[in-house]
């Protein structure tokens, strides 16, 4: 299938494209598009068949549900209730990168909840996403626009990389702003609960209600019979090629624990090294990459994933990388980077 491609930016929009690219959506196609979070793979929500296609394309297993991204806070007619507690999270937070779980009504197709009886929904906040959704009439289901398993794609060249020749249509926009998957909330239970954390932190959402808490099986190794309330959490995830080794614990004995592994390794391992501004310089060998600031968190999150990807395409046969403090942004951080050393960690 040849793939029509179209860059542009949020804040020049050509309305021409985004008008034929949903007719492409409406008429059962794929395109991927830029939101805030990663790129997204999206196809009509409401359309089985082509939910179906999505799954194909990236190869995701079927019980792992999509999202569905709407432009509108008028989403009754997709869910059963909508909780009060469930409005002022939307009120507060929406358009932005957090998807909150409804009891789904009939409109959405088992398909795109993967047999569940409950949906994802989310309103991004980049104007290129919304003003798509609009075109197309209808919700938008859209998992992150990567190959399953593979780094997410916070560019459009990822995007080109991975689906190019797979689907009907990309449209490029800038590097996405947050660079890590939105935060997922289950408003079905009380209080709610974190099932994926994202930008939209604990803390912001506690602004709200005290009560919320993170679902504790997010963040250690899930167990053999680990069923997770997200369904995503339980595959591998996130991962480039070569095996990742988390180095966790004080940043100076995090520094010689790396060298110490690449000393001993040196001349049988290539060995990619994620680090930051403050501590790049102190590896002498090994490929270090920067993953930004550690005083600025959201830049580093924001990074992640592109650094991963770039250690495949220098391929490296494993990959050491400092930690972060669980806190704020980086309960998202840390949760992305464990999964893709599949809980690799070794403790200082
Ligand atoms: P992705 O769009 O690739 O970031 O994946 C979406 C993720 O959202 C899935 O892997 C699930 O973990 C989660 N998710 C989507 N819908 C639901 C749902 N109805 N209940 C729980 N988790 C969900
Ligand atoms: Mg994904």
Known sequence: MKTKIVIMEENNIKQNIIEEAGIVIACGGLVVFPTETVYGLGC?????????????????????????????????????????????????????????????SELIPMTTSANLDTVGIRMPSNLIARKLIEAAGTPIAAPSANIS????????????????????????????????????????????CILRPGAITLEMLREIDEGIYIDKTIMSKPKNDFKPKAPGMKYRHYAPKAPVKIICGDL?????????????????????????????????????????????????????????????????????????????????????????AGFDIIYV
């Open 44 to 104: 009509n929500a409401l359309d089985a068949l082509a939910v179906e296609k999505i799954f194909k394309a990236k190869g995701r297993p079927q019980d792992n549900p999509l999202i569905v991204h709407v432009a509108d806070f008028n989403i009754e007619p997709l869910v059963k209730e909508i909780p009060n507690i469930a409005k002022r999270v939307m009120d507060k937070y929406w358009p932005g990168p957090i998807t909150l779980i409804f009891n789904k």
């Open 149 to 192: 398993g593979r780094p997410s794609p916070t560019e459009v060249e990822s995007c080109i990389e991975d689906l190019s020749g797979k689907i009907e249509y990309i449209i490029g926009g800038d590097k996405s702003e947050v660079g890590l998957e939105s935060t997922i909330v289950d408003c079905t239970c009380t209080p709610l």
């Open 252 to 340: 100076e004995k995090t520094i010689a624990k790396i060298n110490e592994i690449v000393q001993n390794s040196m001349g049988k391992k290539k060995i990619g090294i994620m680090a930051t501004d403050e501590t790049k310089n102190k590896y002498p060998c090994g490929t270090v990459i920067s993953l930004g600031s550690r005083k600025h968190l959201d830049t580093v999150g924001r990074n992640l994933f592109e650094v991963l990807r770039s250690f495949d395409a220098i391929d490296v046969d494993l990959i050491l990388s400092e930690a972060f403090e669980e806190k704020g942004i980086g309960v998202a951080i840390m949760n992305r980077l464990k999964k893709s």
